[in-house]
């Protein structure tokens, strides 16, 4: 998962590398800011290298009511829950096995 400020470049990106069993179904991105807009991609990696990155971008606002998050204790930070089935076509793309 790479992610970034809205009004940032995507050279600013930061990353979230997460190895996938089969079973697993969401990443945490964690260190967000209340009401701070972002841009967030998806890929695959595999021994052969990075695949595409998922398109379009997805943006969300920690917030709002229509972004998953979990708030950290006592902090201003919050976590961000990314649904790994909405990427499913990334996997298939790249022609990556999971099992």
Same mark, same amino acid.
Request: glycine content about 8%.
């Given at each position: @998962?790479?992610? *970034?400020?809205? !009004?940032? $470049?995507? +050279?600013?990106?930061?990353?979230?590398?997460?190895?996938? $069993?089969?079973? !697993?179904?969401?990443? =945490?991105?964690?260190?967000? +800011?209340?009401?701070?807009?972002?841009?967030? %991609? @998806?890929?695959?990696?595999?021994?052969?290298? !990075?695949? &595409?990155?998922?398109?379009? =971008? %997805?943006?969300?606002?920690?917030?709002?009511?229509?972004?998953?998050? %979990?708030?950290?204790?006592?902090?201003?930070?919050?976590?961000?829950?990314?649904?790994?089935?909405? *990427?499913?076509?990334?996997?298939?793309?790249? &022609?990556?096995?999971?099992?």
């Amino acid at each position: @998962v790479r992610y *970034w400020e809205s !009004d940032q $470049d995507m +050279t600013s990106a930061k990353e979230v590398e997460r190895y996938l $069993d089969g079973n !697993d179904l969401e990443v =945490v991105v964690s260190g967000l +800011t209340l009401g701070k807009e972002y841009k967030l %991609r @998806v890929l695959a990696f595999s021994n052969g290298g !990075d695949g &595409k990155m998922s398109s379009p =971008v %997805r943006e969300f606002t920690i917030g709002k009511a229509s972004a998953l998050y %979990r708030t950290s204790s006592a902090s201003s930070f919050h976590n961000f829950l990314v649904p790994m089935h909405l *990427w499913t076509i990334i996997f298939i793309a790249c &022609k990556l096995s999971i099992s």
